[in-house]
């Protein structure tokens, strides 16, 4: 615990046993880097709103944007918010129901959002945005231009505190009394993967899907 | 809007346009089926904690479960929560960064959750979170002892005050100027399927998967 460069604040120390936890910033970033969705959680009113929503990293900072409609990123600058990001790996199937689980990683963000302004980094950030999802989308199409930057609200938050959790492998029920029952136990994964690209239908039939994105076909978000 | 059965509140009324939001319960229901996880937020010392956990459905109650240490369950009764299904069903690539965007179904669902004391809900509770994920594992495993019914803390959560949001097709801009830029556009979709069961290592390897287990593979949760 403490690790290298994780603030551990009350809310991030890690309470539960079973399951491993880090303050690595390197833990943190390898989440980070295997997805593209996030749920970001927001007090609107008193009350806890979670809501999903794309995300990027550059420099320290997770980006994440969403319309200048959005109630959550309105309310979201100034006063703390948890965003979360979940990659479910696998059902983790024991011989009780009482042990059954799930194998996953999990990263929780806390931070005080701060709105992007300065249209280099609002650029810079949406760059990461687009790059996280798809690498080597934001070379390929056209840039937003000055009217699109003015419409699209970008929030900037540390990843100074954060906590990773993770539950890796078979079901903990193994060396119990359970095992004696003959009951088959294990992991079913779950696995995510892109399928292949689906043209815009009004797209001509010559206009291929370029290399960046066949490339991605068969492999899972962040490989 | 209003639909059949779901309540409109002030903060499930779509805002967005440019998604497609519904009230109708079978439309929550379908987003409900298709999945197993949800991010449950709760306001812990005044700001939101956003945590991945289990759900199962039951007669009109999403029962949410895990240790009774959980901090997020403690604090969950009796103050509004946020539960949070998303699915993400491909990558929106449109002409510009402008238009791109996530095609997804996601289901937001508030109430004031209700810790289950009754032993027998708690049991049809826990069935509905074991079957949600594993249909056929209830009946398969050794079920909950009185112990272990008792360590385990159970949320129930009336399925009333709820919305949904998708997306889905194409980007947006295959009628813009940008359509002239000639760049591929479309949809990436992101697939997610059950893979090939992993044995517990201690298992006698004349223990196969039972029949519920493999008829999964390569099968998307909830099929």
Known sequence: MGGDGLVVTERTRLRRIREQGSHRRGDLDAVLATGFLCHLGVVVDGTAMVVPTAYGV???QLYLHGSVASRSLVQA????VCVTVTHVDGLVLARSVFEH?????????????????????????LRALTEQSTPGQWEYVRQPNRKELAATALLALDLDE???????GPP?????????LGLWAGVLPVVTTFGEP?????LAADV???AHVTSRVGRPPGE
């Open 162 to 168: 954060a906590s990773v959790k993770t539950r890796t």
């Open 208 to 210: 291929l899907p370029p």
């Open 58 to 60: 550059d420099d320290g």
């Open 77 to 80: 600058p100034g006063s703390t």
């Open 172 to 180: 903990d029920d193994g060396d119990s009394e359970d095992a004696a």
């Open 198 to 202: 689906v043209a815009d239908p009004v």
């Open 101 to 125: 689980s799930v194998n996953y990683r999990c990263a929780m963000i806390y931070g005080v959002p701060r709105l992007v302004t300065d249209p280099d980094e609002k650029l810079r950030g």
